[in-house]
């Protein structure tokens, strides 16, 4: 369990009304999300899984176009390649999609980013590794607008999304990996 030690009663408030524009599913779905400690003006947030693996996001409110975002994880199952990316929130137990970036297959977007130390073949080069204790430290770039193949774009200012964890295409239907921590852009 994630714990936020020395955070006043305010930052508790602020967080509540932060989280009442995501979905009800994933309140549900038992991700515990909690307040990071930051020297920084933005804070940052963390979410637990239920296999114990911790996300970490360095900004989560007043986000910009084209921000860099610290993505971090912890105690993640290193046999387990996982994708970490921007996305539209959706339901518990529905794959995440769409992705800011699509399926990045070259890993130059820098929308997404391909974390596994045992990936197939065409995948050596182009996943990152772990490091050990099942941990990643990635940056992802994001835009308040997610481009999607019929051509109309989710504007991230007026529909809930987050950075996500999820099992890699190797699992693909595996959703006990998936892992959100909501954003919230600038207006």
């Known amino acids: 369990m994630t714990k936020s030690v020395g955070v006043e009663a305010w930052k508790e408030f602020y967080i509540i009304a932060v989280f009442k ?3 009800a599913s994933i309140v549900v779905s038992g991700l515990i999300i909690a307040p990071i400690n930051t020297f920084g003006t933005s804070q940052a947030f963390a979410a ?3 296999h114990g693996e911790i996300l970490k996001v360095s900004k989560t409110t007043g986000v910009k176009s084209g921000d860099l975002l610290i993505v971090s994880g912890q105690h993640y199952d ?10 539209k929130v959706v339901p518990a137990g529905k794959l995440p999609t769409p992705c ?3 399926a990045d297959k070259s890993g130059g977007t820098g929308a997404s980013e ?3 130390s045992n990936p197939p073949t ?3 080069g182009l996943a990152k590794p772990y490091l050990p204790g099942g941990r990643f430290k990635v940056s992802v770039k994001v835009s308040p607008m997610i481009a999607v193949p019929n051509g109309k774009a989710i504007d991230c200012r007026k529909t809930a999304c987050a950075i996500y964890t999820r099992a890699d295409h ?3 239907d595996d959703r006990s990996y998936d892992l959100t ?3 919230t852009f600038k207006k």
């Not at 290193?78 to 996305?87: D, L, Q």
């Open 122 to 124: 065409y995948g050596i």
């Open 170 to 172: 190797t699992r693909g």
């Open 21 to 23: 524009r995501i979905s």
């Open 114 to 116: 391909w974390i596994s």
């Open 100 to 102: 800011g970036g699509g």
């Open 78 to 87: 290193e046999t387990i390649g996982i994708y970490v990316a921007f996305c």
């Open 48 to 50: 637990t899984g239920s």
């Open 181 to 183: 921590v909501p954003l």
